[in-house]
Structure formats: structure tokens, C-alpha cells
């Protein structure tokens, strides 16, 4: 028999079923999930809405290149068009890194520069351009990444006057999550969109992780009353469905016409993914339900900074994460333990990432979960 490769450590969990917010195991024990597939899931597993979506387009057809017109095509640029900003163009692919490597490109090409700007702690994806924006350095060890990057101090804006004219973008995440749940002050992110104009850089802003309404705003970068020049986009837009975009100005989107394309991006069933998501979001105003539950969740989480093991609990919406002194790797096991699964970010962190429909009584298992975990950690 052929073996699947695994490029993750095994967790141990062999999981029959899903729904919603649970998870179930073979053996029928119910497990709250607040991995969510890196968050993928934070529309729920397996949304009502988001499955009717995507099977009533299999029905219709599953295969369809932009080369052919077809009625998804329309519905779902109308439905972008109430989260989106006016004018601006859209185009998927199938996964975060490709909307990363799809959107320096399209900096490359329009701006003909050839520098960008990062940040320290930051995380785009694992191919090659993703990788060379992507911080953390034993990820991109022993491959040819690019050497056109400076990386600057997040949430620090005192080395912000860096990016110059030679710089094609500036990329941020306004919540970096592989880097430990860390939120950027909406002064730093005004000062990156400053620092971005005044140089002539486009800004993009990576919202793979925290968009579609998880940091209690449709968009994280709402918040700080900015705009970008390209959106990145991913994980939750299609409810899990594997699907991401890429959104900016017309003339942006434009300079990559005959110089970019994908067999599967923007297919029919991904588009009704998305169609499905578009509504979920709207329909049921998941940024207001994702601001209410992360708030309680962080008020639940508060009280563990005063034990031994713990650094700080910080995040925004629904995307939590819980410092502490030492590998969180016994943490996790112990949570799942008690069938709670979460996930590490950064090389201390215990990561948060709950779908939206969590309810009061869901947080507060995960906080006495973490509780009685990182005591028994901090005391062995």
C-alpha cells in the first residue's frame, strides 16, 4: 500500500466525523475544536449553507475555465461586492501561499521594482516567494529564496522609513498567527500604509488567516481605518473548502493579464464555496458574533496570567493565544485530553482559533481545560 506522506507530527487523533464547532473521534467521543484546520473551518464544519452552495453546483458543473462564462461567475462578484471595495478586481487560487506568491507578483509587475518589505515574526506560506516573506528562518534554511526582502520590527515603526523607492510592496499581517497571536497596534498599521504611499509601494495586506470576520471586523485591517492597495485572502472564505483570493485595484489586478493563470483557481465549486461563505458571513453577522465570543473569551482567559507558567494572553476576535514559559506542546496533549484541540503558534504559544458559532459554555470549557492544563504543567 502506498503511505501517505506526513510533513506534521501525528496528534494521535483518528477522526470519523464533523460538525459545526465538534469534532468527532472512531470511537464516538466528542471533541471541541478550536484548531479548526489552522482556522480553516471558522465558518463551522460543514455550514448547511456552504454545503447546499457546493452541491448544487456539482449538479450543475464542477469544471469550468475562466475562459468560459458561467452563472457562479456573476453571483459571486456580486456578493464580494457588498465586503469589498468599489472597483476593485478579484481573482482565486487554491491556497494561501499561491494568493501570496499571486499578489508580489502582481506588485512586481506593476510597479516595476523589485524589493519588499516584511516583518519579523510574520508567515505568508511555504512556496518559494511566500517563503521569502515568511520570517522565521528554519523554514526557508537549505532553499533558494529570494534576496530582495527586509524585514522590519513589527509593531515598531522606528525602522519604517527602510522602504524606499526601490520597493515594489510592503507585506503585513494585521494579527501575525504562526508568530504567536500577535496583534498590530492600528498606530503601527497607519504608519506602514504612511511609510508604503509616501515610498510608492503597494501595500498587502494578509488577511489569510485573520479575514472573513474571526477578528470581530470583516476585514482585520478595518479596524485601523486604512485601505490597501492588494487584499490577500483565505482558509475561512470558503468554509474549508481550498480556496483563496486575491483582491486590489483594477489596474493592479490588470498587470497580470498573460502573465499569470491557474488550472483549478476560481473553479465553479470553489466560487460557490465562496458564494456560500459571502452569506454566512453576512447573513448571520459573523464579525458581530466573533467580536461578542472573542471578547467573553478573552475575559475568560485574563485570569491565567497570573499563574507561574504564563507570559500574557493576547488577541482580537476570535483568534486567542496564551504565552507561556515553555514548549506548549504538553499543554496541547493534555487539552485534547479533555477533548479540546487547539493549536501552537510561535515556539511558546497555545493558539486559539474558535469558529464562530463557539458558545458561551464551549469558552468556557476551553478556559477551565487550560486552566487545570497549564497548572499541572506549571506545577510538575
Excluded at 453546483?57 to 458561467?70: K, L, N, R, S
Excluded at 497607519?190 to 498587502?204: D, W
Excluded at 479533555?338 to 504559544?349: D, F, M, P, Y
Aim: with cysteine; charged share 20%; net charge neutral.
Amino acid at each position: 500500500m502506498v503511505e501517505l506522506a506526513r510533513f506534521y507530527a501525528s496528534r494521535g487523533l483518528r477522526v470519523a466525523r464533523a460538525s459545526m464547532q465538534y469534532i468527532w473521534d472512531v470511537n464516538g467521543a466528542r471533541y471541541l475544536d478550536l484548531h479548526t484546520g489552522h482556522g480553516a473551518a471558522f465558518l463551522g464544519h460543514g455550514n448547511p449553507r456552504i454545503i447546499e452552495r457546493v452541491h448544487r453546483q456539482w449538479m450543475e458543473i464542477g469544471v469550468c475555465t475562466p475562459q468560459f462564462e458561467c452563472s457562479i461567475q456573476t453571483e459571486v462578484s456580486r456578493l464580494l461586492s457588498s465586503i469589498l471595495p468599489s472597483g476593485w478586481g478579484v481573482f482565486f487560487q487554491n491556497s494561501g501561499a499561491e494568493a501570496v506568491e499571486a499578489a508580489l507578483k502582481a506588485a512586481w509587475l506593476y510597479t516595476g521594482r523589485t524589493r519588499i518589505a516584511a516583518f519579523r515574526g510574520s508567515f505568508h506560506g511555504r512556496t518559494l516567494a511566500a517563503l521569502s516573506v515568511t520570517w522565521n528562518p528554519k523554514y526557508r534554511s537549505g532553499l533558494p529564496t529570494l534576496e530582495v526582502v527586509d524585514f522590519l520590527p513589527y509593531n515598531d515603526v522606528s525602522e519604517l522609513d527602510v522602504i524606499g523607492e526601490e520597493h515594489a510592496a510592503v507585506i503585513v499581517e494585521p494579527v501575525q498567527g504562526e508568530g504567536g497571536v500577535v496583534p498590530a497596534s492600528t498606530d503601527f498599521l497607519r504608519e506602514v500604509a504612511r511609510a508604503a504611499r509616501e515610498a510608492g509601494a503597494l501595500l498587502i495586506l494578509d488577511e489569510i488567516q485573520t479575514g472573513f470576520g474571526r477578528t470581530g471586523y470583516t476585514w482585520a485591517y478595518q479596524r485601523a481605518g486604512i485601505e490597501p492597495d492588494i487584499l490577500v485572502a483565505g482558509k475561512s472564505i470558503g468554509g474549508g473548502f481550498p480556496v483563496s483570493m486575491v483582491s486590489a485595484r483594477r489596474d493592479i489586478v490588470d498587470s497580470l493579464r498573460g502573465r499569470h493563470g491557474s488550472t483549478h483557481g476560481g473553479n465553479p465549486l470553489a466560487l460557490a464555496a465562496v458564494a456560500g461563505g459571502v452569506e454566512v458571513l453576512t447573513g448571520d453577522d459573523v464579525p458581530a458574533k466573533a467580536r461578542e465570543r472573542g471578547k467573553e473569551l478573552l475575559d475568560l482567559l485574563s485570569g491565567l496570567e497570573g499563574f507561574r507558567g504564563v507570559r500574557q494572553v493576547r488577541g482580537l476576535g476570535l483568534m486567542a493565544g496564551v504565552e507561556l514559559r515553555r514548549n506548549p506542546g504538553p499543554v496541547l496533549r493534555c487539552l485534547q485530553q479533555r477533548r479540546v484541540l487547539a493549536i501552537k503558534a510561535g515556539a511558546t504559544v497555545v493558539r486559539l482559533l474558535p469558529p464562530y458559532m463557539v458558545t458561551s459554555e464551549d469558552l468556557g470549557v476551553a478556559a477551565d481545560g487550560l486552566r487545570e492544563c497549564i497548572g499541572r504543567e506549571a506545577s510538575g
